[in-house]
């Protein structure tokens, strides 16, 4: 078992894009009056006694609440971390960030970045000026598993766990605890800064930036939502409107209300890429696409618009 101070040599980058880790509130009791992104990344990790000595540099690559995440920014994002992780004296990168899209940006981190390096995002339930403030310890943890022997891949550092990229997702929007990946569990958990480990880094897909446009014009790719009632009313709008992908967030296990299937079958027949994620907040489509409307197996509706959306740009793979 590796000893509590397991490392490898080398600075941690630790890019800081805003959220509720960098949030301050009036009161030190208010959880949820607070204005997210209102703290430095320096600052943050200023702030962290257990952090002090360490290699690292910061950078402030957005300062944002991740409700207003973009392309463009996840693209400025990607470029960063690649000039970051190609340094020789760099072990890895901590990515600070809002827990709202933190299941997108890892999505698509995921799926462009190429294999190597850790790349470790990280976030907080509580601002930082909070009674429970949970940002320290995740800033740590994240930082512990960027210098962690043989660590690689996309991974989210929270709440005392570690998640593949590709697999999270939010599951709670108040408790500290708001994270999981449904079937497929943490990849590890951090004790004392110390990793138990229980699968493999996940390596990163490559797909790469080149096709995908630096100022974020993605095609256009909506998310419609299968409900009691539901109808063809609003796919017939967006595809009338110009919408290219359409992403069904599906009741259970990839079923689709028959009022919402006939609309989606005239989009479908003018060119309209339909792609189906389940709704359910624990896990995705089990199964396969038997029904003739693919499916986006595990990933939320969220990341399954990203993924369309790649499809769409032709970087695929
Ligand atoms: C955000 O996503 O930026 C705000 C909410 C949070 O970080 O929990």
Partial sequence: MASIHAHIDGTVVI??????????????ADNVGYSAAQL?????????RALA???????????????????ALWHELATRIDVHRA??????????????????????????????K????????????SLQADGPQNLCDAVAVARWPGAGGVVVAFGGRVWAGSELRKVHSYRIDAFGSGDAGALAVLEEGRLRQFRPWPPCDG??????????????VEVVTSHAGAGGRGV?????????????????NGTIHAGLIAGLERARASGVHVLRASRCAFDGIVGGTADGWPDAGGLTPAQARIELSLRLLGATG
């Fill in 207 to 220: 797909l790469g930036l080149a096709q995908l446009p630096k100022d974020g014009t993605w095609p256009w």
């Fill in 87 to 116: 340094r020789p004296g760099v072990a890895g990168v901590v990515v600070t960030h809002g827990t709202d899209t933190l299941e997108e940006t890892a999505y698509f981190l995921h799926r462009v970045l190429s294999p190597g």
């Fill in 118 to 129: 850790p790349v470790v995002l990280t976030a907080a339930m509580r601002p930082a000026t």
């Fill in 15 to 28: 890019l800081g894009t805003g959220g509720t880790v960098a949030g301050t509130a009036a009161a030190a």
């Fill in 40 to 48: 430095g990344v320096a600052q943050l990790v200023g702030a962290v």
């Fill in 236 to 252: 017939e709008a967006l595809v009338g409107a110009g919408v290219r992908g359409l992403v069904v967030a599906t009741t259970g």
């Fill in 53 to 71: 000595g360490l290699p690292l540099e910061t950078e402030q690559v957005a300062q944002i609440d991740s409700k207003d995440m973009t392309p």
